[in-house]
């Protein structure tokens, strides 16, 4: 990442993550007009969400990093403190309200494109299942992002990369992998497909709080010396 205005990487931030929120939720209101097939909404849903994200990571990695996830951002300045290519902690605490400001904008946006209102999720998503599959999904995600990072992958690998796990995420997770706590507090603002009930959204935040911290010591265990790239998340 090359150093840019602070307020620059802010937006690409807020926009990045909008827009990943919106082709999460733009593809899942299409999903449902268009099929009445629960698997064929989440396939299509999950293939604009893989194709999606990897696109907006290399548009917009050399602005911001490209995180769009809080415990991305969070978890980049914890690990590259030891080779002084953390992410500053003053960006963090700009980047993370940027984050969840731009996914609410990009749920707004979605529901706009649909004609759908915008209003509060009404599908209870938490369990104790899909609270054990938000950890594995947010541990798998930031462990992908950091172990490829560190063991200097190129940013069209990782992009492709993070762009394939979250694809995948949507299948082998019971929570159809959140994996991002800006994404989860955008998500109750449309009640449709894509949507979750507040009361769900501090369970999902806790579990992916918990993932993120299984990702930093699997990180150090498996990549304890790995290759930086100037402080990028990839």
Same mark, same amino acid.
């Given at each position: 990442? $090359?150093?840019?205005?602070? =307020? $620059?990487?802010? *937006?690409?931030?807020?926009?990045?993550?909008?827009?990943?929120?919106?082709?999460?939720?733009?593809?899942?209101?299409?999903?449902? $007009? *268009?099929?009445?097939?629960?698997? &064929?909404?989440?396939?299509?849903?999950?293939?604009?969400? /893989?194709?999606?994200?990897?696109?907006?990571?290399?548009?917009?990695?050399?602005?911001? =990093?490209?995180?769009?996830?809080?415990?991305?951002?969070? &978890?980049?300045?914890?690990?590259? $403190? +030891?080779?002084?290519?953390?992410?500053?902690?003053?960006?963090?605490?700009?980047?993370?309200?940027?984050?969840? &400001?731009?996914?609410?904008?990009?749920?707004?946006?979605?529901?706009?494109?649909?004609?759908?209102?915008?209003?509060?999720?009404?599908?209870? +998503?938490?369990?104790?299942?899909?609270?054990?599959?938000?950890?594995?999904?947010?541990?798998?995600?930031? *462990?992908?992002?950091?172990?490829? +990072?560190?063991?200097?992958?190129?940013?069209?690998?990782? /992009?492709?990369?993070?762009? /394939?796990?979250? =694809?995948?995420?949507?299948?082998?997770?019971?929570?159809?992998?959140?994996?991002?706590?800006?994404?989860?507090?955008?998500?109750?603002?449309?009640?449709?497909?894509?949507?979750?009930?507040?009361?769900?959204? *501090?369970?999902?935040?806790?579990?992916?709080?918990?993932?993120?911290?299984l990702a930093v010591v699997l990180t150090m265990w498996l990549f304890p010396r790995g290759?930086?790239?100037?402080?990028?998340?990839?």
């Amino acid at each position: 990442m $090359r150093d840019h205005p602070l =307020g $620059r990487s802010a *937006l690409a931030e807020f926009i990045g993550t909008g827009l990943l929120v919106t082709v999460v939720v733009g593809s899942g209101i299409a999903a449902e $007009r *268009l099929s009445t097939d629960t698997g &064929v909404q989440l396939l299509a849903t999950s293939i604009a969400t /893989a194709l999606g994200l990897g696109v907006l990571i290399l548009l917009l990695a050399p602005l911001s =990093g490209a995180h769009f996830n809080p415990m991305v951002s969070a &978890v980049d300045t914890i690990l590259g $403190r +030891r080779g002084g290519t953390h992410l500053p902690t003053p960006h963090v605490a700009i980047y993370v309200p940027a984050q969840i &400001v731009g996914g609410i904008a990009g749920v707004v946006l979605a529901n706009a494109m649909f004609d759908t209102p915008t209003a509060i999720s009404g599908t209870a +998503r938490a369990t104790a299942s899909t609270l054990l599959a938000e950890i594995v999904a947010t541990a798998g995600l930031v *462990l992908v992002i950091m172990g490829l +990072r560190r063991a200097g992958q190129s940013a069209p690998i990782i /992009a492709a990369a993070v762009g /394939a796990y979250i =694809g995948a995420g949507y299948w082998f997770t019971s929570s159809t992998s959140f994996a991002n706590p800006a994404v989860t507090v955008a998500r109750m603002f449309t009640d449709t497909f894509a949507g979750i009930a507040p009361a769900s959204v *501090l369970p999902f935040l806790a579990a992916q709080v918990a993932g993120a911290g299984l990702a930093v010591v699997l990180t150090m265990w498996l990549f304890p010396r790995g290759v930086h790239d100037g402080g990028s998340s990839i």
